[in-house]
């Protein structure tokens, strides 16, 4: 199995320590825009956005003059994240306090949930938790007027949509629109360009945004190390390649793939006890917990839970049994089908192997997130997908092909998310100090400053500009599988998407973000910025300006001071003036052709290649322009120009281009002899 990412990160201890009111950094973080009426909370799992929650909401209450603070998750599990928490022990003003009457996270009908609701929202009591349904429900019985003056706080809010048909968001925009509630939304994986829109643009913009990134939080823990995302295809069925995948003295969640896949066998039983065959032989089943007990090969025990079995009298007891795990070695194997991922803690998880592509972005974020809890003993956390690799034979191949490739294209903006963020600072606020760790300083002195909204966006919305380049997925198909070169990305669709995402910048902004995007994916690509004073004496440097120090004199002559640089090949490239044919170069699905290659046969993958360019896209006008010049240099160098019928697939992507290009000359000058 090759990983497709792999991080290292600092264990500075800094995400999981407390400040003097008990807040760890993203609590603190979030407190720090506590008055604002609408606040969006993107941080990721595990990073303590429950508690950050109770903070607001009893500020809100005692210091800002609301009389309520409602708190809507999922599902009824998930509400234990909000039960009675005493913070006060830890410097801060009040405690957490839940009655036990407006805890709606338990068992019992929606007609007395929404009763209780009722009654919570007429009566004194200020602190309520119940789920999204719970609240659809009793906001369709109650006025909007109801809510003034009062905290809604929405948990996981990427369930929430600007779909017409999406109640939890038509109930947002109604709160906003019709009444003076404020609104705290939380999630761990919010992506607009996932499927639909999470709100409306114009709505959006009202919130105040507190981003807290995958890296801060990983590079912050005391004992996780290291991330791997990683990917190993097969063929025939699964369960016979899981010795080459599952190690079972890793512990590991299993996800089996959905009955309606094709990776499935459709007797999701019958794949459990496939499973359990593999680990070991099963002794016993303890009558008390559920929980299996498997003795391995070499003579361990291994405690496993079956969540997949939905029998009324077994399931139960082992869900109690996992919220109650203290240690290490109360359980080593959890098999799920559509449990154990969003909410779902068990911090000692190492490894979680998820069978089958999974088209949902947050499905994966959430899915990963059960891996990257800290946990003392744990150093590293894996991700691996096992997808089925396409038969050449099989009549069905261009279905299995796009199932392999949605599941690594769907994957790829983890690569942008679990990195390290490459953060903008305008030169005019920076001291001259030394910089934090792969910050890049922008000119905004010049006759062309970068405004403090492009600074936002490469600072916030990177991820959500990947998010909504890899829906375009027959043109990220294309660059994967080498059937259309990289160009096509960088100059095509990512200018596309930021126009599309944001209409409201100029020509020049949007430039201005295309190059920032594509600089950080560079910089990430490169390993990172290299601080001047941290070169090395013999370094061979080269200033990007078309004036190169030769090996040493850069550090010794001090033009280096205050300067970063990029390690391309031998050289140490300053970033203050990059090339930009080296940022239009950038191929932000780099990494990916090259686990095809590595991974499949020449001949399966000149199958895949060739049943995605049985559907590829048109050439367009911007495309051919763009490799005209391309174009040209081929011909000089073969002394021949591309070539339909090659079996280079750039060499044909140039062909088709040099035809649209001569189809569009023709009509030209048609039109102009008319």
């Known amino acids: 199995m090759n990983n497709l990412l792999h991080v290292e990160y600092g264990q500075t201890g800094q995400s999981a320590s407390h400040n003097d009111m008990g807040m760890r950094e993203?609590?603190?973080?979030?407190?720090?825009?506590?008055?604002?009426?609408?606040?969006?909370?993107?941080?990721?799992?595990?990073?303590?956005?429950?508690?950050?929650?109770?903070?607001?909401?009893?500020?809100?209450?005692?210091?800002?003059?609301?009389?309520?603070?409602?708190?809507?998750?999922?599902?009824?599990?998930?509400?234990?994240?909000?039960?009675?928490?005493?913070?006060?022990?830890?410097?801060f003003f009040a405690d957490w306090i839940v009655p036990p009457e407006n805890n709606l996270c338990v068992d019992g009908s929606d007609s007395g949930k929404v009763s209780a609701f009722q009654r919570f929202m007429d009566g004194d009591e200020c602190i309520l938790v119940c789920t999204h349904a719970t609240l659809r429900f009793a906001f369709d019985k109650l006025d909007v007027t109801t809510f003034?003056?009062?905290?809604?706080?929405?948990?996981?809010?990427?369930?929430?949509?600007?779909?017409?048909?999406?109640?939890?968001?038509?109930?947002?925009?109604?709160?906003?629109?019709?009444?003076?509630?404020?609104?705290?939304a939380m999630t761990g994986s919010y992506f607009r360009g996932d499927t639909v829109p999470i709100l409306l643009a114009e709505d959006e913009a009202k919130f105040t945004k507190v981003t807290y990134t995958y890296y801060e939080q990983l590079n912050g823990y005391q004992?996780?190390?290291?991330?791997?995302?990683?990917?190993?295809?097969?063929?025939?069925?699964?369960?016979?390649?899981?010795?080459?995948?599952?190690?079972?003295?890793?512990?590991t969640i299993i996800h089996i793939p959905n009955v309606?896949?094709?990776?499935?066998?459709?007797?999701?039983?019958?794949?459990?006890?496939?499973?359990?065959?593999?680990?070991?032989?099963?002794?016993?089943?303890?009558?008390?917990?559920?929980?299996?007990?498997?003795?391995?090969?070499?003579?361990?025990?291994?405690?496993?839970?079956?969540?997949?079995?939905?029998?009324?009298?077994?399931?139960?007891?082992?869900?109690?049994?996992?919220?109650n795990i203290k240690s290490a070695g109360d359980m080593d194997i959890i098999i799920a089908l559509g449990m154990a991922k969003e909410g779902f803690d068990w911090p000692y998880c190492e490894h979680v192997l998820t069978i089958g592509y999974r088209s949902s972005l947050t499905e994966i974020v959430q899915i990963i997130g059960r891996a990257t809890r800290d946990c003392q003993g744990k150093t590293h956390a894996q991700f691996t997908n096992l997808i089925a690799q396409p038969d050449?034979?099989?009549?069905?191949?261009?279905?299995?092909?796009?199932?392999?490739?949605?599941a690594i294209t769907t994957s790829l903006l983890m690569e942008q998310i679990l990195a390290p963020t490459?953060?903008?600072?305008?030169?005019?606020?920076?001291?001259?100090?030394?910089?934090?760790?792969?910050?890049?300083?922008?000119?905004?002195?010049?006759?062309?400053?970068?405004?403090?909204?492009?600074?936002?966006?490469?600072?916030?919305?990177?991820?959500?500009i990947m998010a909504s380049l890899l829906a375009q997925e027959q043109t990220v198909k294309e660059v994967i599988t080498e059937t259309?070169?990289?160009?096509?990305?960088?100059?095509?669709?990512?200018?596309?998407?930021?126009?599309?995402?944001?209409?409201?910048?100029?020509?020049?902004?949007?430039?201005?973000?295309?190059?920032?995007v594509l600089q950080s994916i560079l910089i990430n690509q490169q390993g990172g910025l290299i601080d001047g004073e941290d070169l090395p004496d013999d370094a061979d440097i080269d200033m990007g300006d078309g004036d190169n120090d030769e090996q040493g004199e850069g550090s010794s002559s001090g033009n280096v001071s205050g300067k970063q640089f990029l390690k391309m090949g031998e050289k140490f490239i300053c970033i203050d003036n990059l090339n930009i044919d080296l940022i239009d170069a950038v191929n932000p699905f780099h990494g990916a052709y090259e686990i095809l290659s590595k991974q499949v046969t020449a001949a399966m993958l000149k199958t895949i290649q060739e049943a995605v360019s049985a559907t590829k896209s048109q050439v367009s006008e911007e495309e051919a322009v763009i490799?005209?010049?391309?174009?040209?240099?081929?011909?000089?160098?073969?002394?021949?120009?591309?070539?339909?019928?090659?079996?280079?697939?750039?060499?044909?992507?140039?062909?088709?281009?040099?035809?649209?290009?001569?189809?569009?000359?023709?009509?030209?000058?048609?039109?102009?002899?008319?």
């Open 392 to 406: 050449a034979q099989d009549d069905d191949v261009r279905a299995s092909v796009n199932n392999m490739l949605k």
């Open 223 to 251: 004992f996780l190390k290291s991330l791997g995302i990683g990917y190993h295809f097969y063929q025939g069925r699964y369960i016979d390649a899981l010795p080459d995948v599952l190690d079972a003295t890793k512990k």
């Open 627 to 674: 490799l005209w010049p391309k174009i040209k240099q081929f011909t000089q160098e073969h002394g021949r120009r591309p070539s339909l019928n090659s079996s280079d697939p750039i060499e044909v992507r140039y062909a088709e281009a040099l035809a649209f290009i001569r189809k569009m000359k023709q009509q030209q000058m048609a039109s102009q002899e008319q």
């Open 26 to 91: 993203m609590q603190a973080r979030a407190f720090a825009q506590r008055t604002s009426q609408y606040l969006l909370i993107k941080a990721p799992p595990a990073c303590g956005k429950s508690r950050a929650l109770m903070f607001l909401g009893l500020d809100k209450l005692h210091h800002q003059g609301l009389r309520k603070v409602i708190v809507a998750v999922p599902e009824k599990s998930i509400g234990g994240s909000f039960q009675d928490t005493r913070l006060t022990e830890n410097g």
């Open 422 to 464: 490459i953060q903008f600072k305008p030169r005019s606020q920076w001291d001259g100090g030394k910089l934090p760790p792969n910050t890049v300083v922008i000119d905004d002195t010049t006759s062309s400053p970068v405004s403090q909204r492009v600074l936002d966006i490469l600072n916030g919305d990177k991820g959500e």
């Open 260 to 323: 309606n896949s094709g990776e499935s066998t459709k007797d999701k039983h019958g794949e459990v006890d496939a499973i359990l065959d593999a680990l070991g032989e099963v002794s016993k089943r303890d009558p008390q917990t559920g929980i299996l007990h498997v003795t391995t090969m070499d003579g361990r025990t291994l405690k496993v839970a079956n969540l997949v079995d939905d029998n009324a009298a077994e399931r139960p007891k082992v869900q109690a049994y996992l919220r």
């Open 484 to 516: 259309v070169p990289s160009e096509t990305v960088a100059q095509v669709a990512l200018p596309q998407v930021i126009q599309t995402l944001y209409p409201d910048l100029t020509e020049e902004e949007q430039e201005q973000v295309r190059q920032g």
């Open 148 to 184: 003034d003056d009062c905290l809604v706080a929405i948990d996981e809010f990427h369930h929430v949509s600007a779909d017409g048909d999406n109640r939890l968001g038509g109930l947002i925009d109604e709160l906003m629109n019709k009444s003076n509630a404020h609104i705290v």
